[in-house]
């Protein structure tokens, strides 16, 4: 059994947390299982989060709080998240509701007036306990605004909005008595699901939030084009801060807003990117580091250095054992694709490659396919990408008069090439039917 595997798994959370390099396997490799490895997350860090509720469940069934809760009056909640009483005399006074041992554990106190012995309305005081001017403490109020407890780590105010909602609702006693009960029967399995369903359906919110803001960011700032379902995976691991902060909440009593939530994962992601737009522009000034296997973006450039001019994939060994006359065709291939692939900036222009160009690209996409397992040794021609609507006549004049060196498919054939649409237009190329042009806008970089 290969544990060194297991292990590595074991290490994913640590690694999204403290390793850089980490993101490059996550963008390169670990391709499809974003959302499953938050899953498994969830589940995991859901643990210690039911056991944490499972203790303060074991102490309010101490303190009998169902049968304390029946005790109090019926009331409502305005859609202003304010509690009130249907009787209005119920609240000219606080109510001190004690559980069967005679002890103080609910304040029915919508005024927020002080808990003075002489000055509540307490009909389960123990006979003979003199009132006195002391003031009662409990750990459990209910005010006209908030649930307040007392906790050792000091007190929590819950606003009645964030329980009820903003259209607001009915309090009945008797029910919500019901509800803590099946809350007390509850077993650790049933409550281990609920809390991991809590923690992975708020990180997904986040994830998403992160993953939509990523696209814009890498499309207007760093003139990276990268598909939403990387965005999603990035943003996946990149969200395993944010499960650490929310499983810290079950045993500390502090608040992170949404926000701060969703930054996180895009700090981790945006870094990322700005990395990769680094790594492809000194990529093209020194090709023999792009070819390094230590190099965090090597699977990307081994990619693009295996596409011959004459649309040939190479299956051949790594660019470590080959002869220098083999290094030399890979250094010259992933010179010539980078210039295809990669976007020229000069003075707030972009050029965009011409049609055939993006020929090239549709060959990286297809590689590691069957259809290349089966014919590993065949060159692949312009007729293998996929088809659409014909482009413009004079975009492939355009073609073959521009680029008179560079051999086609069609030509080796002994036929015509055949017409294709124009892939760039998926990227938002200006308008000139495929053609090399200048124009005011964004640039794209694909990142396969």
């Known amino acids: 059994m290969d544990w060194s595997r297991y292990l590595s798994y074991a290490l994913m959370p640590l690694r999204a947390v403290l390793s850089q390099r980490f993101y490059y396997d996550v963008l390169f490799k670990l391709r499809g299982v974003g959302l499953v490895y938050l899953?498994?997350?969830?589940?995991?860090l859901a643990l210690p989060g039911t056991y944490q509720v499972k203790q303060a469940l074991n102490k309010l069934q101490s303190w009998e709080l169902s049968s304390i809760v029946a005790k109090l009056p019926p009331s409502y909640i305005s859609p202003d998240g304010t509690l009130s009483p249907n009787n209005p005399q119920d609240a000219a006074q606080p109510l001190i509701v004690r559980n069967s041992k005679g002890n103080a554990v609910l304040a029915y106190n919508l005024e927020g007036m002080p808990l003075q012995a002489d000055a509540v309305r307490d009909p389960e005081r123990p006979s003979g306990a003199s009132l006195g001017t002391g003031l009662i403490e409990v750990p459990i109020t209910l005010s006209a605004h908030s649930l307040n407890l007392n906790t050792v780590d000091g007190a929590i105010a819950i606003p009645w909005t964030a329980i009820y909602g903003e259209s607001g609702g009915s309090f009945e006693p008797l029910a919500t008595a019901q509800v803590f009960d099946s809350?007390?029967?509850?077993?650790?399995?049933?409550l281990w699901g609920m809390v991991t369903a809590w923690l992975f359906s708020l990180l997904s919110l986040v994830v998403l939030v992160a993953a939509c803001l990523l696209k814009p960011l890498c499309s207007l700032v760093l003139?990276?084009?990268?598909s939403f379902a990387t965005s999603l995976r990035l943003n996946a691991y990149g969200s395993t801060l944010v499960a650490l902060l929310l499983l810290l909440q079950f045993f500390y009593n502090y608040t992170l807003s949404y926000m701060t939530l969703c930054l996180i994962p895009l700090l981790y992601s945006g870094l990322l990117m700005m990395q990769v737009r680094k790594h492809l522009k000194l990529a093209k000034d020194n090709i023999e580091q792009a070819l390094n296997a230590r190099h965090p973006m090597y699977p990307m450039f081994d990619l693009y250095s295996r596409v011959g001019?004459?649309?040939q994939v190479d299956h051949g060994p790594d660019y470590s054992q080959l002869d220098e006359e083999g290094r030399q065709r890979r250094r010259a291939n992933l010179?010539?694709?980078l210039d295809i692939i990669n976007v020229i900036f000069k003075d707030g222009h972009y050029q965009a490659p011409a049609a055939h160009g993006m020929r090239d690209y549709q060959y990286y996409q297809n590689m590691g396919k069957e259809q290349d397992a089966h014919s590993p040794a065949a060159p692949h021609s312009a007729s293998d990408a996929p088809r659409s609507a014909p482009p413009a006549a004079d975009a492939s004049q355009q073609h073959s008069s521009e680029h008179p060196t560079?051999?086609?498919a069609g030509k080796a054939a002994g036929q015509a090439a055949p017409h294709e649409a124009d892939p760039w237009a998926q990227l938002e190329q200006p308008e000139g039917k495929g053609e090399p042009s200048q124009a005011k806008g964004q640039g794209s970089t694909f990142i396969p």
Do not use: T
């Open 223 to 226: 003139k990276l084009k990268i």
């Open 183 to 190: 809350a007390f029967r509850s077993s650790y399995f049933a």
């Open 406 to 408: 560079q051999p086609s």
């Open 309 to 311: 001019p004459d649309h």
């Open 39 to 44: 899953l498994i997350l969830c589940a995991f």
């Open 335 to 337: 010179q010539r694709n």
